[in-house]
């Protein structure tokens, strides 16, 4: 069957395309559940702090829970099972959002694979992380994505001045208000809810041997991207400087600067084979 023709007939059949998919994902997720290596951020900090929303408690009672309250709720369908399955399941998820983000971003198949398998997202992958949030959320408009973004300031606070400054450009404080009001007042209950967690991120340590933040070495170059991004008004400058700009960032967190190339292939396919190369480089000094 050719591949239009495939096309047309899941058209015409939407809803057996979507019950296939379905199935398709549960037997993956059925598949995976004794095979994959436990998630350290999900068996320790994401599932925990899940359970404790679904008990109507607080999820900062979890050391470590490091993200505002709504990055929980893609979470809690997962959380109530057991703990290899819920894994498999966020596996699952966070693959298919980091390839549906990167798409939405404007990556070619060959740019698409090439940045799903890369190092950056097989390391957030194996973790369990939640950086596909923010690579999502790069591709959606601001005020939904200033709920994704914010789930990883280190990858995104950049991206949410270039909005704002977006924002005051065309409509002056009246767009300003418009674009940030729900998040703000989402911010602002969640305060209200479960305190100034916040203080949280701030109490991280950042002297930590899986800290790979550049910084302070990287603020020049954080710093002139993030002008572009202004000067410009091109968005992926101000994916690429959030990382850049932050003291504290893990290896997997650059996947959101590596999200910048989405929409240029060649770029992308070459950033992924240096990344490998510095992974096998990294590999052989540790051997």
Do not use: C
């Amino acid at each position: 069957m050719k591949a239009d023709t495939l096309t047309a007939y899941f058209k015409a059949h939407r809803i057996l395309a979507i019950v296939l998919m379905a199935v398709a994902l549960v037997l993956l997720t059925l598949l995976l559940a004794n095979r994959l290596p436990p998630g350290i951020d999900w068996n320790y900090y994401f599932q925990p702090a899940a359970l404790k929303l679904l008990m109507f408690q607080s999820p900062y009672d979890i050391w470590g829970f490091p993200s505002p309250p709504w990055a929980l709720l893609p979470m809690l369908p997962f959380a109530i099972l057991p703990q290899a399955l819920s894994r498999a399941g966020w596996f699952v998820l966070s693959l298919g959002m980091f390839a549906w983000g990167i798409y939405r971003l404007g990556a070619k198949p060959i740019a698409l694979a090439a940045f799903v398998g890369s190092p950056l997202i097989m390391h957030s992958l194996l973790n369990a992380n939640i950086d596909w949030m923010v690579v999502f959320g790069f591709s959606l408009p601001p005020q939904l994505g200033l709920f994704f973004i914010s789930v990883k300031p280190q990858m995104g606070s950049v991206v949410a001045l270039f909005w704002l400054a977006e924002a005051w450009r065309k409509g002056r404080a009246r767009e300003v208000v418009r674009v940030f009001a729900p998040f703000t007042v989402a911010l602002l209950v969640s305060f209200v809810l479960f305190g100034f967690y916040p203080l949280e991120w701030v109490s991280v340590e950042v002297v930590q041997w899986w800290n790979a933040s550049l910084w302070p070495m990287s603020i020049p170059i954080g710093l002139t991207l993030a002008v572009a991004a202004l000067y410009r008004r091109k968005i992926q400058f101000a994916m690429a400087a959030s990382p850049l700009l932050s003291p504290y960032v893990l290896f997997h967190a650059y996947s959101g600067a590596l999200a910048a190339l989405a929409s240029y292939t060649v770029e992308m396919v070459a950033a992924v084979i240096g990344l490998w190369i510095l992974v096998l480089m990294r590999g052989l000094q540790l051997g």
